[in-house]
């Protein structure tokens, strides 16, 4: 493509800027030493040079330049002021919007915008993900709905044909102005301080830029990772203006400069859809910061859910308490950081972040949790024990509690439900007194219609003298089965047979929950080969299912038979043995009774360098039709290539299906029919050359996972009809969010042993998140999950809900809605997400 420039004075601007790493070398500590007198040149630089333009970014760095440099603050919120100091991005970190949820997004702008407009007054309205490493298709509305009115990105493009400036247009039809950097975020930095080469350098520069846009005018920006602000340029600007022949205006801009000159242009293009994926190895390199931000995401707004229904209560919950264990696994989600592509001392400090938020959030949700069940009838014979649904729809599904004994007598326990009719329950594991009887046990049962965002109560009575037994203990054994499937294993575990009993339809064409160990002799960025760092087009290089001969299964070896053990809960199948001549793999599969999902926990320990692992599922379907959940949405995907997934992967020829869900593990694939998801990698930094941070003598060893033992939890759901039909979102979010079940002690409370907080009439539309308000009230966030476009959804809130109104991504209020007796009516389009703020009575309003 050529630019049109219609004889109009050409103009290249120029945007200083530094591209903020936040830890992935160095830790967050070490960077910002390294990094702060960045921002002290940048703004000597625009004091001596009233030209002189630069951009900052992230929370996670201009924070902490205030909380040193305090006597710097006045004159930096000049700078703002006058528009010649840019604040854009709004976020803690530049972070990875494809693995974390979309929840964890919404707590980045809540933070990231938050700051900025409580610090500095300022409206960040600039998207700027320079280095992020590819973003789905919800991005354009959440960017609308956040308030950004820009959105600029360096990778992920469908290929080199597409412009430099377009409208980007989302699943739900949102879209918003995009700019594409083709040569990168860094094209004009490192300019040479003669003036005859300096025009020489931007020409060339121009050129490569020209072509991708569609107006006269170009952008570079001048800036590299945790780069210093070049003194010489602003002078040169001046002389390079001055020249009577110059080819061209270069102009020092921050991005709403060029911004305003684009928005002039009539009839941008439009681009449709993700720009996904880039660098595929990221998905399961150091997998356990994937798991551990999915494990964090639930208790953190399990949490924020328990402390919405306390404050309703009338009990005070300390918000402030979770934003300080939000915080560091929001700086976690930086995209080299979610990526797992840092060196060893930055991967532990990584890890002592989790340790702090994961043990802040527990405590939270412990306390809270006791405080709740305080207020609910308990009253009564046995042990209470207490259902808590932590998603917004009634739900069936299996509970798994901890129960202890004082009474040494105790030998067996039976279960009623809130109706007191007895419930099948089944003990896993117990410990016992000397003399036999039960001290402590962890019991299973199905707790059925648990209500949403609620509890019920059942009520476990310890026995003196045990009731016959309809568990069969562990035995060898190669098949297990419920009302809804059967599935048959061989003995080194692999699945030979999943059969639908319903239409008698086996899901599997061969030996399925295979794991594959392959040679991959690429980084922790890129599978099979080395990091190209450059890499902005989507990433199309089909990983199909390894053939014979191409890597060492899992089936390949046995050693013990598989165990089954079933009972009228659970039954479930376990075997163990070596994986090749270094390595042991185990796998545990179980069902539940009356639920078709069925539930795998994989582990291997690893002792193998430059290896990667998939779990395979060949199935039966000839041509099916692969759709990925994405945050609060799904897309149709290409078969053959690695994508991002969030909860579940689905593959359905329309009649029949079978979806593959997961809790962390966003490395999803099809090829040839074959399910397959990316469990881990052993693999290190390979070429990087030095620079940003990164020096001689660091290491990146732990990334190649030797000598560990890691755990993947995935499930399979087969299902008729397709992912719709079978509403595939809610089993992964049911997989992702157990019910959690403990006991309480008996007294009395105003809670009804079932109560729920709300209720939603529509099961396509799904509550994702429901938390105290920033300011006061309550904010809850629903979004249309199957895409499709619904009328006349009923929300039930609490009788006494009032100062109901629209909210945007960041809490603003819009619109009030309008409510009776608590009924609220909304509409939504496909794939639509809407806030909604509301008080009680007794609150205060937002």
């Given at each position: ?106 707590r980045q702008v809540l933070y990231g ?94 050129d490569l830029l020209a072509p991708f ?136 400090d990584t890890i002592r972040g989790y ?492």
């Amino acid at each position: 493509m050529k630019p049109n420039t219609d004889d109009q004075q050409k103009t290249f601007f120029l945007i200083p800027h530094t591209h903020w790493e936040g830890a992935v070398f160095k830790t967050r500590e070490q960077f910002l030493e390294m990094g702060l007198p960045i921002i002290l040149r940048a703004l000597r630089l625009l004091k001596e040079h009233p030209n002189y333009r630069f951009t900052l970014d992230q929370v996670c760095f201009v924070k902490p330049f205030f909380e040193r440099y305090p006597e710097e603050e006045a004159a930096f919120r000049q700078l703002v002021e006058d528009g010649r100091l840019a604040i854009v991005g709004g976020t803690d970190v530049m972070l990875d919007v494809n693995m974390p949820a979309g929840e964890s997004f919404v707590r980045q702008v809540l933070y990231g915008k938050g700051y900025f407009r409580k610090t500095l007054g300022v409206d960040v309205t600039v998207s700027w993900q320079l280095d992020t490493f590819g973003h789905h298709a919800q991005m354009p509305q959440l960017l609308k709905l956040a308030g950004y009115k820009s959105f600029w990105f360096f990778r992920g493009v469908s290929d080199w044909d597409v412009p430099s400036e377009f409208l980007w247009e989302g699943i739900d039809g949102s879209r918003i102005p995009a700019f594409w950097l083709p040569h990168g975020y860094a094209v004009t930095y490192g300019s040479p301080k003669s003036l005859p080469e300096f025009v020489e350098f931007f020409q060339q520069r121009f050129d490569l830029l020209a072509p991708f846009s569609r107006g006269a005018e170009c952008v570079g920006p001048a800036g590299a990772d945790v780069c210093l602000p070049e003194e010489h340029v602003s002078p040169l600007v001046e002389e390079f203006n001055r020249q009577p022949d110059a080819p061209f205006h270069l102009r020092l801009a921050v991005p709403t400069d060029f911004e305003a000159t684009v928005a002039q242009r009539p009839n941008l293009p439009i681009i449709t859809g993700e720009l996904n994926p880039i660098f595929q190895g990221a998905y399961s390199s150091r997998i356990e910061l994937k798991q551990r931000t999915r494990e964090l995401e639930r208790t953190l707004t399990t949490a924020e859910k328990l402390g919405v229904l306390l404050n309703y209560l009338g009990e005070t919950t300390d918000n402030e308490i979770l934003w300080r264990a939000w915080e560091p696994m929001l700086f976690n989600q930086a995209h080299d950081l979610m990526s797992g592509v840092m060196t060893d001392h930055v991967y532990e400090d990584t890890i002592r972040g989790y340790d702090y938020s994961q043990r802040v959030a527990d405590e939270e949700v412990e306390a809270r949790l006791r405080s709740y069940t305080s207020r609910v009838r308990t009253s009564g014979d046995g042990i209470p024990l207490v259902v808590f649904n932590p998603l917004g729809w009634r739900r069936t599904d299996v509970a798994i509690a901890r129960v202890s004994f004082t009474d040494d007598g105790i030998t067996d326990a039976k279960l009623v439900d809130p109706d007191g009719q007895a419930v099948p329950m089944q003990l896993l594991r117990t410990d016992r007194y000397d003399n036999g009887a039960l001290m402590q046990a962890e019991i299973a049962f199905v707790a059925r219609d648990v209500p949403a965002l609620g509890h019920c109560v059942y009520r476990l009575y310890p026995l003196s003298v045990a009731e016959p037994s309809q568990v069969i203990e562990w035995k060898e054994g190669c098949c297990i089965e419920n009302e809804h499937c059967r599935v048959q294993f061989d003995d080194a575990g692999a699945m030979l047979s999943l059969v639908d009993k319903s239409s008698g339809w086996d899901v599997l064409s061969g030996p399925g929950n295979v794991v594959a160990r392959e040679e991959d002799h690429g980084d922790l960025w890129e599978p099979y080969r080395p990091l190209d760092g450059g890499s902005r087009i989507a990433m199309k290089e089909p990983h199909p299912a390894p053939q014979p001969g191409q890597g060492v299964l899992s089936s390949d070896q046995t050693d013990a038979p598989g165990k089954v053990r079933v009972g009228p809960v659970v039954s479930e199948f376990v075997v163990e043995h070596p994986f090749g001549e270094k390595g042991r793999f185990s796998t545990h599969v179980r069902l539940y009774s009356g639920m078709r999902r069925v539930d795998i926990t994989t582990r291997i320990f690893n002792n193998d360098e430059f290896v990667r692992y998939r779990v395979l599922f060949p199935t039966s379907i000839a041509d099916g039709r692969r759709v990925d959940e994405i945050p609060f949405g799904a897309v149709a995907r290409p078969t053959g290539i690695e994508f991002p997934a969030q909860n579940w992967m689905d593959y359905s020829d329309g009649h029949r299906g079978i979806a593959l869900l997961n809790r962390g593990l966003p490395g999803n694939n099809v090829s040839d029919g074959t399910l397959m998801l990316s469990l881990m990698r052993s693999t290190r930094i390979v070429a990087y050359g030095f620079g940003g941070g990164y020096e001689p003598g660091m290491t990146s060893d732990t990334g190649l996972e030797l000598d560990r033992e890691l755990s993947f939890d995935y499930a399979l759901v087969p299902h008729a009809g397709d992912w719709r039909a079978a509403r595939v979102y809610r089993d992964g979010l049911e997989f992702t969010h157990p019910l959690i079940a403990f006991t309480a002690s008996a007294h009395d409370g105003p809670f009804p042993s079932r109560w729920s907080f709300l209720d939603v009439s529509h099961p396509n539309i799904v509550v994702s998140a429901m938390k105290p308000g920033e300011e006061s009230g309550v904010a809850l966030r629903l979004y249309e999950a199957a895409g499709e476009a619904t009328r006349n959804v009923t929300i039930e809130l609490p009788k006494d809900a009032v100062k109901v109104r629209e909210l945007n991504l960041i809490e603003e209020p819009g619109e009030q809605a309008q409510v009776k007796d608590g009924s609220l009516r909304l509409c939504f389009a496909p794939f639509e997400i809407q806030t909604i703020g509301f008080s009680s009575q007794s609150s205060n309003e937002i």
